[in-house]
């Protein structure tokens, strides 16, 4: 009788063994995808390589990166029919210059300024990559919400658009984001 025992837990233990095999199995095949194009041409490699060229297939399908040759204000926004709200506190986000919370369409949008495109592809995407994957762990795309940039109140980031010199975080999915960068001309 104990030896029936010990084989009805076996399948619940073969899962726990079956999802460390798995989790070890993706993590050696990610650290063995790396090639000699990661690195830069003298050979040392280049930690500041866009973070757009290594997100995942999920984070491909809420981001997009636009506009590379543009430099926007707060101005461009807000003539483009985004309706300002609050400003917040940049010590929240690194790099950043100014961060406005505000919308378009019906959709919360937050901006976030930097000082060019290349900042804001880098840093600010992983910032955003950051700011939307808690989203990710508690639901998936239409899961749970998330904050901000130290905001209080619940905002349901899902998706970010780079476009120039900002970073949009968008409520729900990307095409709000798109939306707005097309009024302003990205």
């Known amino acids: 009788m104990s030896h029936v025992i010990k084989f009805s837990s076996l399948p619940k ?8 095999l798995l989790v070890g ?15 830069d041409s003298d050979g040392t490699g280049d930690a500041a390589a866009p973070a757009a060229d290594a997100a995942d297939d999920a984070l491909a399908e809420v981001s997009r990166v636009l506009s590379p040759d543009k430099t926007l204000t707060f101005e461009d926004y807000v003539a483009a029919g985004w309706k300002k709200s609050k400003q917040f506190d940049t010590d929240t ?3 950043a210059t100014d961060i406005w919370y505000g919308f378009f369409n019906a959709k919360d949008i937050e901006v976030r300024f930097y000082d060019s495109h290349e900042v804001a592809k880098t840093a600010g995407f992983d ?8 989203s990710f762990r508690e639901g998936g795309q239409f899961g ?4 901000g940039a130290g905001s209080s109140a619940v905002t349901k980031y899902k998706a970010f658009a780079v476009v120039g010199n900002t970073v949009m975080l968008c409520e ?7 939306a707005l960068a097309d009024v302003i001309g990205g």
């Open 127 to 134: 910032n955003a990559a950051e700011a939307i994957d808690q």
């Open 144 to 147: 749970s919400s998330n904050r």
């Open 172 to 178: 729900q999915s990307v095409d709000s984001c798109i």
């Open 93 to 95: 986000v690194p790099e």
């Open 13 to 20: 233990h073969s899962r726990w063994l079956l999802l460390a």
């Open 25 to 39: 199995a993706l993590s050696l095949a990610m650290a063995c995808g790396s090639s000699d194009s990661d690195s």
